[in-house]
């Protein structure tokens, strides 16, 4: 026999007898008595058969049942047919689309649904929630951390709900830095995370990082910004374990503070990652778990390895082999360059440049097709001069040799990514077409009240922008004549020290607008 639970909140009855007035109270008695006695076990058995099979959790606002009886009152037959009337009934009720029935799939995604029903993100009515009955006098954020501190496994089905209506992180930005505080130190403080040692197997070598999300959490608060990176890495990891994945959520997020504080970010190359996370648990102001398990991270024998591959994923520098070895000598290398000053009437290109790190496009495309994808976002008229420019050919170069070969297809993931009022820009263009819509509506999905701009207007407003880019073996620096919406990329955190270029000699991009920092 499966197992089974079917609960009744309350049951009415009324009835009507045709009998003497004597013979009524006794027949009440007996009615009571079944129901007190041999019903429990009759329903039990009737209702087996509508439930074999079934799974999850269904909730019944009501049911009614019409019944006539001829016959025999005594108290197993009473039991028996009102035991076998409703079982026929809930069959009906179950199989049939009623505004009286919701179902689930299984308990947590059950639970998921009133989480959600409480942040406003489902319409479920509160009836359908007996259990949670003592977390309706909590707000909302309040209900939601009561849930999550103690069942990490619901926060991964929030999050694969997000991610199947395109915003994995939504339950994440919902969030108070006080309730995801709360809800990450309960879940370091569960067994095997805090408590278990820094293993070999913690981060898988492929492991994807999701860099959308860093590059619009670098200033938020640490807790937020880990619930954040646990919504992705369980819709790209939905098989791994809850608890590794918010582990490393937690050295990723350390990781990314430092990736913020530049002086921190030039020394990655020149000194072994472990030995930069340690001034990192040192110096950032870190919550103090968070800098212990950052430090309990480094003093692992295996641990340097892997914060390498974090380093390299989250600054978008992904080397290996030789290369790697080389690493630290071609940056002291650059740093000797001689100053070159570009100017250029089409600056503003730069502004793509974190969003092409940062989809990744360096890694999914070959050089010339990086080119071309880039080339592509300017209308056919622009072409021309827009790829003849001098800094567009400096940053973007051709590459002899590089063999011709079919461009693969945007990924879905990337698109659902984007904010929906940017997805417009998404036309369904293959090839390098369609790697310049991926782009553009990334880099539109970035600038606060414009995500709904036409490509024509993105254009104008801030890639066909003049300006002046100075070079030097370490760093670029863009300087921008305006642009006009200057305010826009300042709220966009377009405005300052950005992030390496992996393509450009791991230069630091750093963007001052209208000749201001």
Known sequence: MENHELAIGTMKTACSVAAYPQAVAPLRTRLERSFVGPFPAQLAK?????????????????????????????????AALIASRLAA????????????????????????????????????????????????LLSPEQAAAEM??????????????????????????????????????????????AAEPFATDFADPGLPIPLQVLAGTRSADIYQQILMLVSELVIRQD???MLRLIKTAVIMAAITKLQADKPFMALHGLMPSAAIAG?????????????????????????????????????GDVVSGPAKKHAGKRRAQAGKATLQTIHSPFAGIILLLPDIIRLGMQRHL???????????IADPEMQPRFGQDELFQTIFPGEEGDPESLLPPVPV???????????????????????????????????????????????????????????????????????????????????????????????????????SR
Not at 65 to 74: I, M, Q, V, Y
Not at 118 to 126: I, R, Y
């Open 46 to 78: 009737a209702a087996e058969p509508v439930l074999h099979g079934r799974n999850g959790v269904v909730r019944i606002r009501n049911l009614k049942l019409d019944l006539a009886h001829h016959g025999e009152w005594d108290e197993q037959t009473l």
């Open 89 to 136: 009934t809930l069959a009906n009720l179950i199989d049939t689309a009623s505004d009286s029935v919701r179902s689930w799939p299984d308990h947590n995604a059950y639970m998921a649904s009133f989480i959600e029903h409480k942040l406003g993100l489902a319409q479920e009515p509160d009836w359908a929630f007996p259990e949670f009955v003592p977390l309706r």
């Open 148 to 193: 999550l501190k103690s069942r990490p496994n619901e926060f991964a089905v929030l999050a694969a709900n997000g991610g199947r209506v395109g915003n994995a992180c939504r339950v994440a930005a919902r969030r108070g830095s006080v309730t995801a505080a709360d809800i990450v130190n309960a879940w370091m403080g569960l067994p095997g995370v």
């Open 239 to 241: 098989k791994r374990d």
């Open 279 to 315: 001034l990192v648990a040192a110096e950032l102001p870190l919550p103090n778990a968070i800098a212990r398990f950052l430090k309990q991270a480094v003093a692992e024998n295996d641990a340097p390895e892997i914060l390498d591959r974090l380093f390299d994923q989250v600054s």
């Open 366 to 376: 070959s050089r010339n097709a990086l080119r071309d994808s880039v080339l592509a």
């Open 413 to 515: 993931a990337m698109i659902a990514m984007l904010a929906p009022e940017s997805r417009q820009l998404v036309t369904g263009r293959e090839g390098a077409a369609g790697w310049a819509d991926l782009l553009l509506a990334s880099f539109a999905s970035r600038l606060p009240g414009l995500r709904a701009s036409s490509r024509g207007y993105l254009i104008r407003q801030f890639l066909a922008v003049p300006g002046k880019a100075d070079i030097t073996g370490e760093a670029i620096v863009v300087t921008l004549d305006g642009p006009p919406l200057a305010i826009v990329l300042k709220m966009a955190g377009l405005s300052g020290d950005q992030l390496p270029i992996p393509f450009f000699g791991n230069r630091l991009l750093v963007i001052k607008l209208g000749g």
